[in-house]
């Protein structure tokens, strides 16, 4: 399962994370969210002890949010050694989300 990231564990959970880290910024309210939420529950299993997968509600983490200028959701954040390295918007198929996440392993 995917774990929920929050503004209170970000830095611990993601930016201090020893493995790559793809982040799901997401709305109960968006639609194209609600399309990418199961195929980043898949991908949670999948890579589990290999990679960081979670989820940030953006309407309850406004800081990170701000942070780092999420305008459009859904987002995808891929970051690794505390950097975002590449980044994904809008709902797409699982291919490109592994096919990016595979390139940090």
């Not at 793809?22 to 194209?32: H, K, M, N, R, S």
């Not at 459009?72 to 994904?88: A, R, Y």
């Amino acid at each position: 399962m995917a774990i929920a990231i929050t503004d209170a564990n970000f830095e611990e959970v993601v930016l201090k994370s020893d493995k790559p880290v793809l982040i799901d910024l997401w709305a109960e309210w968006c639609g194209p969210c609600r399309m990418l939420g199961p195929i980043v529950e898949d991908m949670a299993k999948e890579y589990e002890g290999r990679a960081v997968i979670g989820k940030l509600d953006v309407d309850n983490n406004p800081m990170v949010t701000s942070k780092y200028g999420i305008r459009n959701i859904p987002t995808v954040l891929f970051i690794k050694n505390g950097e975002i390295v590449d980044k994904q918007v809008g709902a797409v198929p699982k291919n490109i989300l592994v096919n990016k996440l595979e390139a940090l392993l």
